[in-house]
């Protein structure tokens, strides 16, 4: 249901980016405003975009075999990090170059009648958009019982990722409708390139922001503080269980987390079917709470090493 909810946010936000980009394209070469093809270059990113978040849903669903028996999942975050360097290379490459040069070859800005309807046309789509990926952001954060910020770091990638192009593609609407008004305004075509800067810079503060998000997830990130702390009281609190020696997570995916607990046991003569069962309720309790815990190994003290358990 998540993974269908994910699809569909993706899909709405790489239309509306198509049909958008068609009409900034038209629009920016009528006006010549540097700004508006500067909008334009940036929903061209966002739909070649989608194409790869589209690929990483679909890729990391692929089932676990014996060459990676933990599944797929860490795909999303690859094709994620290839979105945000398509953010930073086609929207922030673009749109500050053509700043830069139309600061040295100014052109008018002409065709008032077709900017203006475009940016509003815009700013709706992606505002529809946007408000998408916000409610599934909410109700997965309701779900999760966590605050939406909290649930917007630890977020499947792709809606992510469409959360983040389209907060910065309003606020980049916004940028262009204030330099074009202000370049025809004072007669001054530098407001207008300096749209299309600003522009560029906010798309390499996005770009930043999730690049650094997915390689953290590309290198293994353990799970939040508070969360470890949980899944440490709920296997200490176990009858068999005298301490939690050392506790390791790794993200597989959004919804796939590993986990391996080293455990300090009661008796260390226990045998290897108590021990099973054992890890089989705190497999169960753990998973209770935390379902996105799908492999948990309990490792008994050096004392008995041959107990590992799954």
Do not use: C
């Not at 790794?250 to 045998?271: E, F, I, K, R």
């Amino acid at each position: 249901m998540a993974d269908e909810e994910s699809d569909g946010t993706v899909l709405l936000a790489g239309t509306a980016n198509l049909a958008i980009a068609i009409a900034k394209v038209v629009a920016g070469l009528l006006s010549g405003s540097t700004a508006l093809l500067a909008e334009a270059a940036h929903s061209v990113a966002d739909t070649l975009n989608q194409v790869f978040l589209l690929t990483a849903l679909h890729r990391s669903r692929k089932p676990a075999d014996a060459r990676h028996p933990f599944g797929y999942g860490m795909e999303r975050y690859f094709w994620a990090l290839l979105a945000a360097v398509g953010i930073f290379v086609l929207g922030a490459g673009f749109s500050i170059t053509e700043g830069l040069r139309s600061i040295f070859a100014p052109e008018p800005i002409a065709a008032l009648a077709v900017i203006y309807p475009v940016l509003g046309i815009s700013f709706v789509f992606e505002g529809s958009s946007w408000w998408r990926a916000v409610l599934q952001l909410r109700r997965e954060a309701r779900a999760a019982g966590v605050p939406l910020l909290q649930q917007l770091r630890i977020a499947e990638p792709a809606v992510k990722t469409v959360a983040f192009e389209d907060t910065a593609a309003m606020i980049g609407l916004l940028l262009a409708a204030v330099g074009v008004t202000l370049a025809v305004v004072t007669g001054q075509h530098v407001w207008d390139a300096a749209a299309s800067i600003a522009i560029g810079v906010l798309l390499i503060v996005v770009a930043f922001v999730l690049g650094r998000d997915n390689k953290a997830m590309l290198i293994g990130r353990a799970l939040p503080a508070d969360v470890q702390r949980d899944v440490r009281t709920i296997i200490s609190a176990e009858p068999g269980i005298v301490d939690v020696l050392e506790l390791l997570s790794l993200q597989l995916a959004p919804d796939q987390v590993l986990v391996v607990a080293t455990v300090d046991l009661v008796d260390s003569g226990t045998t290897g079917a108590a021990i099973e069962q054992l890890a089989e309720k705190i497999d169960v309790e753990v998973r209770r709470k935390h379902p996105s815990i799908r492999h948990l190994y309990l490792d008994p003290t050096p004392g008995n090493p041959d107990q590992r358990l799954s």
